[in-house]
């Protein structure tokens, strides 16, 4: 019996992408309205009242502000500049204040090219956007993940992708946590595995702190398909060392690019901080405040612009027996010499085996095939030929299809011969693991001395891209062990003993992995190292002659409580002193007519322990005047 074709479409509609929706990905720009408005309500008059507002939008890179007028009743003194300050004088009652602004977004593409992970060197200015903060926070289980995830990437915008993906994947958007009276801290999202967009941004935000990578949260309003309207919500920006600050919203799977509807208002190091704050003299008044709201409307649309990449559909059978499982294949095309990350959706299909939405890391000028097993029904007439048609749509709403037919005269292809093909072609991206280390070992002072101990710091960071266990670092045979998280520093500190003929430390670095021995000189005193390096004075001179005695004196240790005397007479004092002093000393020679000269200076150590050092100076006094030479005689008699 011949077979009829019968023409079915069967059509699977995802809730993520529907006809109805309207975004605006696509758009070149947008101009837009964002308005704030509050109100403050006083109990009795105050003298002075301020309101600071940080929630204000500012020109950057991806808008301009084409225009912001301020309101309040009764009048206030407006102050712009990164804040928006009001200030009122004898003021009572309800005080509303807010603006009314227009807005120009523009949808741009980041020209980011290969950066190395893990990140070295960042500037100082960036360290608060790399550590924990009150609800954006850092705990084992944080790090742990995050490693998971970075472990053997080399290049920074295949991990910050890696972090966002594995988040939106596996963390719920889940809107009951609006319920909380505050943000949720990051460790909390993780262990409960949802949050809503803040929350969410919280938890990528410290992942990537995590690995040293600097983040910022960002607080606005965006357009989204819950009513669609626009809200207030949250995102990211991640630091890359060349570029600048990149957007990232997790919640919207959008990575290293955000779409117009993104209204920018405010850059914080936590989720937390306040969008305003109020200050005020009065004696008994008070102030209760309301919260900001803020609304945001579209006012105009630029024009239509193309997806940055193409993509084709290929079915690997075009015709199938009824309920088969057929691999479809999506070759994907980036003609760009940047880094992109790009969002497909199946909108049509009979069924499908997974999610309906993959999200793809593409390389610069790279080519890649993704594939979804499609699901065809079993349930027909034998009668009759089908198809079936498969749609997808990218983050852009460009479209691409595909048909299958399917009937009882085509062979059967199952769903273990479709797996089968799909992790044959599908590629595996090679991963290097590099377990690099960079160790910085300093003693505690420039030198010690033989009945102390010697106080050795040690700085190690894992500057590689994979977790370093059971490492031990030994400074002699002193040793610590430890685990170290990619882009981790460790600091340790070691007591070792010392004696005199110690002229460097061995130190040792090693696990499985690494093996990393270096020598750290270190000097070693008895006593302090005060030294004489030049006496210069006449070794004859006639009587009664004045005369200078040049002393050069010189130590590399500290001396405290330093004192030089000639002849038991104190001619320099010093509280502390190291380096080098030259002495000039004024002497007389009919001082030293039976004697010689005698240098003693005393000192102590910078622990308190007395030392005394003595020369004596021969010297020759000549041309002596009778009375002197009668008083050597008595003297001489007498003795």
């Not at 009150?134 to 993940?145: C, H, M, P, S, T």
């Not at 193409?310 to 690997?316: D, G, K, V």
């Amino acid at each position: 019996m011949k077979k009829q074709s019968l023409i079915l479409i069967v059509l699977i509609f995802i809730s993520l992408v529907n006809a109805q929706e309207e975004n605006f990905n696509d758009y070149s720009d947008l101009v837009i309205r964002t308005s704030l408005d509050s109100k403050i309500e006083l109990s009795n008059n105050v003298n002075n009242l301020e309101a600071k507002i940080l929630l204000i939008p500012k020109d950057y890179e991806l808008q301009d502000v084409l225009g912001i007028d301020y309101s309040s009743s009764p009048t206030a003194t407006y102050i712009t500049n990164n804040e928006l300050i009001y200030q009122w004088e004898n003021v009572q009652g309800v005080i509303d204040y807010g603006y009314d602004s227009n807005i120009k977004t523009y949808n741009k593409f980041y020209n980011i090219k290969h950066i190395d992970f893990p990140l070295r060197g960042i500037d100082s200015s960036l360290q608060p956007y790399t550590e924990a903060s009150e609800f954006i926070d850092i705990n084992e289980k944080i790090i742990n993940q995050a490693n998971s995830i970075a472990a053997g990437e080399s290049n920074l915008f295949t991990v910050v992708f890696k972090i966002g993906d594995w988040i939106n994947t596996n963390i719920n958007y889940n809107l009951t946590t609006l319920t909380a009276d505050v943000v949720q801290k990051s460790s909390w999202v993780l262990d409960n595995k949802k949050g809503v967009c803040d929350e969410i941004t919280n938890l990528f935000i410290s992942m990537l702190r995590s690995l040293g990578i600097p983040a910022r949260f960002i607080s606005g309003t965006v357009y989204s398909n819950v009513n669609y309207d626009w809200s207030p919500h949250g995102w990211a920006e991640v630091y890359f060392p060349g570029y600048g600050w990149i957007p990232y919203d997790v919640t919207f799977a959008q990575y290293g690019w955000i779409d117009p509807s993104h209204v920018k208002l405010m850059e914080s190091i936590d989720s937390n901080e306040p969008s305003v704050k109020y200050e005020w003299k009065s004696i008994s008044a008070r102030l209760t405040t309301h919260d900001l709201n803020v609304k945001s409307n579209l006012i105009s649309k630029g024009s239509k612009i193309t997806s940055p990449v193409s993509f084709t559909l290929t079915p690997i059978k075009s015709s199938v027996k009824q309920g088969s499982f057929v691999p479809v294949e999506v070759k994907i095309d980036n003609p760009n010499n940047f880094y992109i990350a790009i969002n497909l959706f199946v909108i049509i299909a009979p069924g499908l085996t997974e999610k309906s939405s993959k999200h793809v890391l593409l390389k610069p000028n790279e080519k890649k095939s993704i594939f979804w097993i499609v699901k065809i029904p079993s349930d027909i007439d034998v009668k009759y030929i089908y198809t079936t048609k498969i749609e997808i749509k990218d983050l852009f709403n460009e479209v691409e299809n595909t048909e299958i037919k399917y009937s009882d005269v085509f062979d059967y292809y199952s769903l273990s011969e479709a797996e089968e093909y799909v992790k044959l072609f599908s590629g595996q991206e090679e991963k290097i693991f590099s377990s690099d280390v960079s160790i910085d070992c300093k003693t505690s002072k420039p030198y010690f001395y033989i009945y102390e101990n010697a106080f050795i710091n040690c700085d190690v960071r894992n500057i590689g891209n994979t977790i370093l266990n059971n490492i031990d670092l030994c400074v002699q045979n002193n040793c610590e062990n430890f685990d170290l998280s990619i882009s981790e520093n460790i600091n340790l500190n070691f007591q070792v003993p010392i004696n005199i003929n110690t002229n460097q430390l061995t130190i040792t670095l090693k696990n499985s992995a690494i093996n990393i021995q270096r020598n750290l000189p270190i000097r070693i005193y008895e006593e302090p190292n005060l030294k004489i390096n030049k006496i210069d004075y006449p070794k004859e001179i006639s009587y009664d002659e004045g005369f200078i005695l040049d002393l050069l004196f010189t130590s590399d240790t500290l001396l405290k409580n330093l004192k030089v005397y000639t002849n038991n007479k104190q001619i320099f004092a010093k509280d502390k002193f190291s380096g080098v002093q030259n002495l000039e000393i004024a002497l007389n020679s009919r001082n030293f007519v039976d004697k010689n000269i005698t240098i003693i200076m005393e000192y102590d150590d910078e622990n308190n322990n007395p030392y005394k050092l003595e020369r004596e100076l021969e010297i020759k006094v000549t041309n002596l005047p009778f009375y002197v030479k009668i008083w050597l005689l008595i003297k001489e008699v007498f003795k």
